[in-house]
T-cell receptor
Framework: TQLLEQSPQFLSIQEGENLTVYCNSS?????LQWYRQEPGEGPVLLVT?????EVKKLKRLTFQFGDARKDSSLHITAAQPGDTGLYLC????????FGAGTRLTVKP | DADVTQTPRNRITKTGKRIMLECSQT?????MYWYRQDPGLGLRLIYY???????NKGEISDGYSVSRQAQAKFSLSLESAIPNQTALYFC????????????FGPGTRLTVL
């Protein structure tokens, strides 16, 4: 059973476009992380969000944690080919659970 | 040099064979983890260890065993491999800080025929 739903599962866009991917659950998270995984490599942490309503920015990436701490979004502005990868959300409660990920392809 | 290394990077084996995947880390972390990744399912935790004398089952431990030989080494064994264990396997470490950032190795692609 998937405790975290990530959408969309696949996304292919042109360089320069904006995009948003989502991570949703029916249960409350104590905290949530976003990782990016590039082909042939392990995931790498992008951000951790803890407080409901929190917004964090990492260059062109904006992460938001929902007010009720059940969902999160990742918005990328002016996507670049280097943003290509699998974006994974990870929720923390008593354990860590990964979502299945959104596979993003940014075409030049 | 990479902080978390895994050997082998690729392995093809046959049903019923015993396989060991090895993980080493130079980050000095106490916590180590083994995950498997399957398309559409994300990463699922197999086993984890918080120090050399500590072994804990994760979400999908059946068919696997682990050994924590030292702080820096954590190996995963498949005693009798079966085809549905074909997957990408990742080792990770963490310091156990508040938000438990995990540092992953490059993965081992295992195919069981």
């Amino acid at each position: 059973t998937q405790l975290l739903e990530q959408s969309p599962q696949f996304l292919s866009i042109q360089e320069g476009e904006n995009l948003t991917v989502y991570c949703n659950s029916s249960s409350v998270f104590s905290s949530l992380q976003w990782y990016r995984q590039e082909p042939g490599e392990g995931p790498v942490l992008l951000v951790t969000v803890v407080t409901g309503g929190e917004v964090k920015k990492l260059k062109r990436l904006t992460f938001q944690f929902g007010d009720a701490r059940k969902d999160s979004s990742l918005h990328i502005t002016a996507a670049q080919p280097g943003d290509t990868g699998l974006y994974l959300c990870v929720r923390h409660n008593n354990d860590m659970r990964f979502g299945a990920g959104t596979r993003l392809t940014v075409k030049p | 040099d990479a902080d978390v290394t895994q050997t082998p990077r690729n392995r093809i084996t046959k049903t019923g064979k015993r396989i060991m995947l090895e993980c080493s880390q130079t980050k000095g972390h106490d916590r180590m983890y083994w995950y498997r990744q399957d398309p559409g399912l994300g990463l699922r935790l197999i086993y984890y260890s918080f120090d050399v004398k500590d072994i804990n089952k994760g979400e999908i431990s059946d068919g696997y065993s682990v050994s924590r030989q030292a702080q820096a080494k954590f190996s995963l064994s498949l005693e009798s491999a079966i085809p549905n264990q074909t997957a990408l396997y990742f080792c990770a470490t963490s310091s156990g800080g508040s938000w438990n950032e995990q540092f992953f190795g490059p993965g081992t692609r295992l195919t069981v025929l």
